[in-house]
Structure formats: C-alpha cells, structure tokens
C-alpha cells in the first residue's frame, strides 16, 4: 500500500509541477501579446528619454556648429518647414514630396524647451496621409540627408528651414 501511495504523491507532483509550468509559460504568453499590440509602445513612451527614443516616438535636439541646435527625430533625421507652406496646410506636392518627405509621429515626446501642445496633425489633401505640424506648420524631412545630424536641406532654395524653438513663421 505505501508503494501506491507512492507512486500517487509522485504521480500528483508531476502533474502539479506540469501545470505549474504551464500556466507560467501562457502567463508570459499573454504579457507578450499585449506588448505587441501596442502596450509596450506605450510603456516606452512614457519612460525616460533614452527609452522613447529607441522605440521612434520622441523627437530631439541637436546641434550642429553651421546651423546651431535643431530639431531631429527619434534616429536624429533633421526636420524642416516650408516657408510657402502656410498654417495647417502643406504646399508641397508631387516632385516637392519626393524630394522633401512628410514627417509623421503619431505618439512623439518633445525634448527640453519645446512644448508639446505645439505639435499637431494636418490630413494632407494631396495623399490623405497625416503630417506632423510645429506650431501649424507641417515638418519634412530632405531626401539628401542620409545619416544623422545631416543638414543638407539648410537654406535650400531659400524657402526650407531646420526647425528650432526659436523657429517663427512669416
């Protein structure tokens, strides 16, 4: 009989130590399915500066000794306006757009001495696509610039400009 019971505790354990082991694993299972579905974006949004920055949702400032401190994205791609753009509305369009893509960041973060609230979304009429606004204006990246702190676009044609917190328009 004690063989029995034996072999019942040893049969129960491995049973317990079996759905133990499971339930841990579709725990882990469900946490990482949420942090696919956005959670983890989220997290990292929130989390210190170094953190955003490796998930592409915050902007930066950089500095570069022709131009002074500018505004970059999350990879440190410079961002620029249209003095012929006016305010809510892109005037750069087909061969321009090539040339100058629409920057967009759905869920940016700010760095030190911008202020969130002026950062908007415009729906472009051209594509319907969205564009991210500074102050109303739409930003662009320049198709030149191929690494970071590029500032190619600078000055180009007089009418395209690096974004900084002293950036007016008109």
Do not use: H
């Not at 102050?135 to 974004?163: C, R």
Request: aromatic share 12%.
């Amino acid at each position: 009989m004690k063989k029995s019971n034996l072999l019942f505790m040893s049969l129960f354990l491995v049973i317990v130590f079996t759905l133990s082991a499971c339930s841990s694993g579709s725990e882990s299972d469900t946490k990482d399915a949420g942090e696919t579905t956005g959670e983890k974006n989220e997290q990292n949004a929130q989390s210190d500066g170094d953190k955003a920055q490796e998930t592409g949702t915050s902007l930066q400032l950089l500095e570069n000794g022709d131009v002074g401190k500018y505004l970059a994205d999350a990879e440190g791609m410079t961002l620029y306006y249209f003095k012929k753009d006016e305010e809510g509305v892109s005037n750069c369009k087909g061969e321009c757009l090539e040339k100058w893509p629409a920057f967009y960041d759905e869920n940016l973060t700010t760095p030190e001495g911008f202020d969130k609230s002026d950062f908007g979304t415009i729906t472009r009429e051209d594509t319907g696509e969205k564009q991210t606004t500074y102050k109303g204006y739409p930003l662009y990246y320049f198709f030149k610039d191929e690494a970071k702190g590029d500032v190619k676009g600078q000055g180009a044609k007089e009418v395209w400009y690096i974004v900084n917190s002293e950036t007016t328009f008109k």
